[in-house]
């Protein structure tokens, strides 16, 4: 940096230029002395001088004050002021331009050098500043998020262009407000209000991230889909300034989410329906096959058939029909439930008696030598719930118990109604071959069979029936297996006290 420039505003001239022979010796550049306000500030114009000494008491219209504000105004050169008056009015008055110093008559060469630097330095700084408040402006002002700034005591002091856009509020509306005025925030799944994020940050005095889902009222009331991030603007350390809180829209996030899951959807659909034909004809093959062997058989040996072998064939035949039957029966529900349309008509039953009957019509069509042993442990059973869905529910799980398990296995089968806490607690046990480890968050999907069923005929739609039947209720399955030692499945359903006449 070169000699800092110096105009000398001094009416009396004498006086001005012993103040200029002292700059000069301080190695200061004069580059124009001037007795009047006018003088000034035409000097001023034309030199552009690094700093200016005024005389508060000068020549003409306007006095050393009323040119120093001026300048002020007009012209980015700071200003010391000269006088001889050191009064509290005219400090008041002198106070009102900003000026960079303050010399009282008679000064010293010293004290004119120390008051100069200090102006000078003082001058560098604030225009330091002033470039890089201008540069954090722009910088705000271009971002695409929308930024709002607020004191400390949650009154908006800025707010950027893209605010304004997401908000609705232009800038002159939003300065002086409170925040909580421009930014309300609703839960966009509950419409519940959120505390405002400014507040929060000022009572906490820690930076925050708003929640999932969260949803900006606009000035029109419109609702936008919104993140944000709140946090603390502080003047030092420990001494909080306000908060800066950016907003952004995630309306069009939302929207490719939301299309993204649908393809997602459609395509989990079209594999399924892929699966489902797939699976369907395989399953319906298997006992057309066994139908047509046995039928041909029937007509080949004609009336040379025995008739163990006859029986043998037909029991064959029944089989198959009854296997075909189920299928058809598991494709229809299914149907019913993806359609929506599985309807939960609670009536009065008796838990215990509907459990007894069911199985004594397992052991009537279920001619597999396994043992189905009962138990109630509560001596009132009477509830309210869906019979024909709790009829698919346990026949299902009752099925892959017996299916799954050696031939003369024992299955348990235990029940008690909890009339403290209004549950029945139903838990089917076996002795089978279990479920492995890594298939186990897997068995509620459609047509997912273990991976160690091998040949044991099924069609992976069993589990997922039961679980149908068991959201239906409202109640809840639970599942604990080990391989080769067995799986126990626990089905906590609401006892629904409150429909018991």
Known sequence: MGLAKILVVEDE???????????NQLGYIVTAKASSGQSAINHALETHPDLILMDIIIKGDMDG???????????????????????????????????????????????????????????????????SRDQLATLLNSMSDAVIATNEQGIITFINPAAEKITGWQETEALGNNVSEVIKIIDEVTGEIIENPVTKVLREKQALHLREFACLITKNGTKLPIGNS???????????????????????RRQRESLEKALKK????????????????????????????AVELIELQGNNLTDDKRTKYLTRIYGAVESMEKLMKDVLFMGKSEAGKLI??????????????????????????????????????????????????????????????PINGKIRFELICDYVNELAIFEIQDQGIGIPESDQNKIFDSFYRASNVESIQGNGLGLVIVKRCVDAHQGQINMVSKINV?????????????HIL
């Open 13 to 23: 001239v004498i006086l001005a230029r012993t103040i200029a022979s002292q700059l």
């Open 65 to 131: 004050i009323a040119t120093a504000n001026y300048i002020h105004e007009q012209l980015d050169i700071p200003v010391v002021f000269l006088t001889a008056y050191g009064d509290e009015q005219t400090l008041e008055r002198a106070k009102v331009t900003q000026p960079f110093g303050y010399i009282v008559k008679p000064f010293t060469s010293r004290d004119l050098r120390i008051s100069i630097e200090i102006a000078l330095l003082k001058h560098k700084l604030e225009c330091e500043l002033r470039e």
């Open 230 to 252: 709140a946090s603390l603007l502080m003047r030092r350390p420990h001494e909080i300034s306000g908060v800066v809180l950016v907003l952004w829209d995630l309306s069009e």
């Open 266 to 293: 459609e395509q989990e659909l079209n594999q399924l329906k892929s699966l489902f034909i797939s699976t369907v004809s395989h399953e319906f093959r298997n006992p057309l096959s066994v139908i047509q062997t």
């Open 344 to 405: 939960y008509n609670p009536e009065s039953v008796n838990l215990e008696k509907f459990c007894q009957e069911l199985i004594e019509e397992f052991e009537l069509i279920e001619d597999s030598g396994h043992e189905i042993i009962f138990n109630c442990h509560s001596q009132n059973t009477n509830t309210v719930m869906d019979e024909r869905l709790l009829h698919h529910l346990f026949r299902n799980l009752l099925s892959n118990a017996i299916k799954y398990s």
């Open 486 to 498: 067995g799986t126990t499945f626990t089905v906590t359903l609401p006892l629904n006290l409150q």
